[in-house]
């Protein structure tokens, strides 16, 4: 069976931070959802490219998923973390110790969550006094129990095919990484 992941997206998302996994995870063969937290299907990114959503969070359930996948960007951040639905279903992800993900930003809204204490994480350099609890790290990816994070746009490639890895194996993450020609 198929495994399955679902990016969100807030006005002021990053692009490449969302996209790149949709894309990767895809060529993985992983069932990849892009879900919109507002009312419209249309979310306009941090650097004003508008994506059209799969669908709306208010049409799905979400407890189907294997992984939670946040993008970072601002203010896209801000506004996943003002979302109680989706604090919701991450703390049920959490709970269930099903892959719950962030990038740039976003790992702090698992900070804010109390998600994070005693857990190692990244997240984009100028926002790591934000990581309240964390066992802070450079590194580009940090996977520790369930929870990856990732530090910025220039990570996503690494963010994605962790994910990959962690929702499959390493050999299906090395295939596409070859495949993508990703050095």
Excluded: W
């Amino acid at each position: 069976m198929s495994k399955k992941a679902y990016v969100f997206l807030a006005e002021g998302f990053e692009e490449i931070e969302a996209l790149t996994p949709v894309d990767i995870l895809r060529r993985a063969g992983i069932d990849c959802t892009t879900v919109s937290i507002s009312d419209k299907l249309e979310v306009t990114g941090s650097h004003n490219i508008t994506v059209k959503a799969d669908i709306l969070f208010s049409e799905g359930k979400f407890l189907d998923g294997d992984a939670i996948i946040l993008p970072g960007g601002l203010p896209g951040t801000t506004n996943l973390g003002k979302h109680s639905g989706l604090k919701d279903l991450i703390e049920k992800y959490n709970k269930e110790n099903k892959l719950i993900s962030a990038i740039c930003a976003g790992p702090t809204i698992f900070a804010n969550m109390g998600l994070l204490n005693g857990i190692c994480a990244t997240c984009y350099p100028s926002m790591t006094d934000k990581l309240t609890g964390a066992i802070v790290k450079d590194d580009k990816c940090v996977y520790d129990k369930n929870i990856l994070t990732s530090r910025g746009m220039g990570t996503a490639m690494d963010f994605a095919l962790k994910i990959v890895e962690i929702l499959e194996n390493k050999e299906v993450s090395d295939t596409i990484k070859n495949q993508v020609v990703y050095l």
